[in-house]
């Protein structure tokens, strides 16, 4: 397998709502995770940093541009590779220990980072054994219901566990956009891995079959609407029920 250039490894595109998507396009969609910049008043978000095998800023000028917090949805490779590049980082305080000393289980690095997450390997190559997440120690502690301000815009946390101790989504209910990290995407769920627990999935997907969004920017897959979000929470409920 080829190596891709450094200047290709991050793609972007400007949606509506002061929202750009970031991806890393030499990773397979299902490894890939979905990279959000939130621009605000005072100050931007972004929403997870993806795998961390190229750097996010180096390569990323509109992350130098303006004071960026960095939100870890949860803490599993694929979303805090890069939260060591910033100098405010916000998590879950169920998974804070993760991001500051982050191990190769509980971050999934086992079993799913290997080779067969590439369409091309890294400009640097692949090395298996020597991947690692950089410590990113928190700045800042998130619990269910704390409203993460930008100046002129505000996003309230919601605790959705399930996928992983410390899941969160952030909702901001003026746009109705939610960003929902892994709790829900359009795509297959994970719900077997390492620290998810099924109970507290089905509690996480009642509750959003209730929130009127308008938009969900989740992280992995292409964005959808309350419909879509509707089914596919259904959907895994339906499943769930039918599970022994």
Not at 188 to 195: E, N, S, T
């Given at each position: 397998?080829?190596?891709?250039?450094?200047?290709?490894?991050?793609?972007?595109?400007?949606?509506?709502?002061?929202?750009?998507?970031?991806?890393?396009?030499?990773?397979?969609?299902?490894y890939r995770c979905n990279i959000w910049h939130l621009r605000g008043g005072e100050r931007d978000l972004l929403v997870d940093s993806g795998s961390g095998l190229v750097s996010l800023r180096a390569r990323i000028a509109l992350l130098s541009e303006r004071p960026v917090l960095a939100v870890a949805t949860h803490t599993h490779f694929d979303h805090i590779g890069n939260h060591h590049e910033f100098a405010e980082r916000a998590v879950h305080r169920a998974e804070a220990e993760l991001l500051a000393r982050p191990d190769r289980r509980d971050t999934l690095l086992d079993p799913y980072a290997t080779s067969e997450m590439f369409e091309a390997f890294p400009p640097d190559g692949w090395d298996q054994a020597a991947y690692a997440i950089t410590p990113a120690p928190a700045t800042r502690l998130l619990e269910e219901g704390a409203v993460i301000d930008l100046g002129n815009r505000q996003l309230e946390v919601l605790h959705l566990p399930g996928h992983s101790p410390?899941?969160?989504?952030?909702?901001?209910?003026?746009?109705?956009?939610?960003?929902?990290?892994?709790?829900?995407?359009?795509?297959?769920?994970?719900?077997?891995?390492?620290?998810?627990?099924?109970?507290?999935?089905?509690?996480?997907?009642?509750?959003?079959?209730?929130?009127?969004?308008?938009?969900?920017?989740?992280?992995?897959?292409?964005?959808?609407?309350?419909q879509r979000l509707r089914a596919l929470a259904r959907a895994w409920l339906d499943e769930r029920s039918s599970r022994p």
């Open positions: 397998m080829h190596r891709a250039a450094a200047e290709t490894w991050y793609e972007t595109r400007t949606l509506s709502d002061g929202v750009t998507w970031i991806h890393e396009p030499h990773i397979r969609p299902f410390g899941s969160i989504g952030l909702w901001e209910a003026a746009t109705g956009i939610l960003f929902s990290g892994d709790t829900i995407y359009d795509g297959p769920l994970v719900d077997d891995c390492r620290g998810a627990d099924l109970t507290a999935y089905q509690r996480s997907m009642e509750r959003l079959l209730e929130l009127p969004v308008r938009v969900v920017h989740g992280g992995h897959f292409p964005s959808f609407g309350r």
